[in-house]
C-alpha cells in the first residue's frame, strides 16, 4: 500500500526555518516527480514545489522562490522541504503527494485534484511571533 507520512511542522517565528520531511513506503520515489502542497486555513490546497523523477528540475510557486527547497534522499526514500525566511502567509497543513507515472511538475503541481489518489495526514506549519 502506496503512504506519505509528513513531518516537521510545528511553531516556527516569522524569518525562522523549518525542515518538513516525507517518507514515503510502498513504491520508490525514483519513478516519480513528488510534489509539496499546502492548505490554509479556509483556502484550496496549492502546489508549492516539485521536483522532477529524474532530480534535474525543481519547482516553485512564485510566493516561495528564494525561501524555500525541495531535495529528496532516494535512498531512505523521502522528501524534504527546507523552508527559510518563513511568512506568516506560509501557515498552512503542508502535504506530499504522487501522481501517475510520466507525470511532469508542471501537470502535478496545477492538476493535483484530479492527478492525486493519495494524501497523507499533513504537517501543520504555524508561522507566528
Known amino acids: 500500500q502506496e503512504q506519505f507520512v509528513e513531518s516537521g511542522g510545528g511553531l516556527v517565528q516569522p524569518g525562522g526555518s523549518l525542515r518538513l520531511s516525507c517518507a514515503a513506503s510502498g513504491f520508490s520515489m525514483s519513478y516519480y516527480a513528488i510534489g509539496w502542497f499546502r492548505q490554509a486555513p479556509g483556502k484550496e490546497r496549492e502546489g508549492v514545489s516539485c521536483?522532477?523523477?529524474?532530480?534535474?528540475?525543481?519547482y516553485y510557486v512564485e510566493s516561495v522562490k528564494g525561501r524555500f527547497t525541495i531535495f529528496r534522499d532516494i535512498a531512505k526514500n523521502t522528501a524534504y522541504l527546507q523552508m527559510n525566511n518563513v511568512k506568516p502567509e506560509d501557515t498552512a497543513v503542508y502535504y506530499c503527494?504522487?501522481?501517475?507515472?510520466?507525470?511532469?511538475?508542471?501537470?502535478?503541481?496545477?492538476?493535483?485534484?484530479?492527478?492525486?489518489?493519495?494524501w497523507g495526514k499533513g504537517t501543520l506549519v504555524t508561522a507566528s511571533s
Open positions: 503527494a504522487k501522481g501517475p507515472l510520466d507525470v511532469p511538475c508542471g501537470l502535478l503541481l496545477n492538476r493535483h485534484s484530479q492527478l492525486v489518489h493519495y
Open positions: 521536483i522532477s523523477s529524474d532530480d534535474e528540475n525543481t
